[in-house]
């Protein structure tokens, strides 16, 4: 089993800059993707960006040009810096891998329990 815990969410003002940061806990060997996607009230969970193993980042046209994935494969951590926020930001943004491969088994699909991020007008 593998645990994504998120970390960064906070109330900001439109304009402003928040960094979210996850990290997949366990004795993991590997992971293939890691992204992050969001849910705002009413509508569907959305991805904003995912990245592979090798640093190529897929985003949501909504968010290019202002977001930012990266990710330390040292430390199973992901990344997302998020600038020029606009309230239409504002969601429950979660954590996501689609292949971990760990010591004992391979692990697809996991998700984090999410990080509220708020942005004002």
């Known amino acids: 089993q593998v645990h994504l815990v998120e970390s960064g969410g906070d109330f900001v003002q439109a304009g402003g800059s928040l960094e979210l940061a996850c990290t997949a806990s366990?004795?993991?060997?590997?992971?293939?993707?890691m992204g992050w996607y969001r849910q705002a009230p009413g509508k569907q969970r959305e991805l904003v960006a995912d990245?592979?193993?090798?640093?190529?980042?897929n985003y949501a046209d909504s968010v290019k040009g202002r977001f930012t994935i990266y990710r330390d494969n040292a430390k199973n951590t992901v990344y997302l810096q998020m600038n020029s926020l606009k309230p239409e930001d504002t969601a429950v943004y979660y954590c996501?891998?689609?292949?971990?491969?760990?010591?004992?088994?391979?692990?697809?699909?996991?998700w984090g329990r999410g990080t509220q991020v708020t942005v004002s007008a």
């Open positions: 990245v592979l193993s090798s640093g190529s980042a």
């Open positions: 996501y891998t689609d292949l971990v491969v760990t010591g004992r088994e391979h692990i697809y699909d996991s």
């Open positions: 366990g004795i993991i060997f590997s992971i293939r993707t």
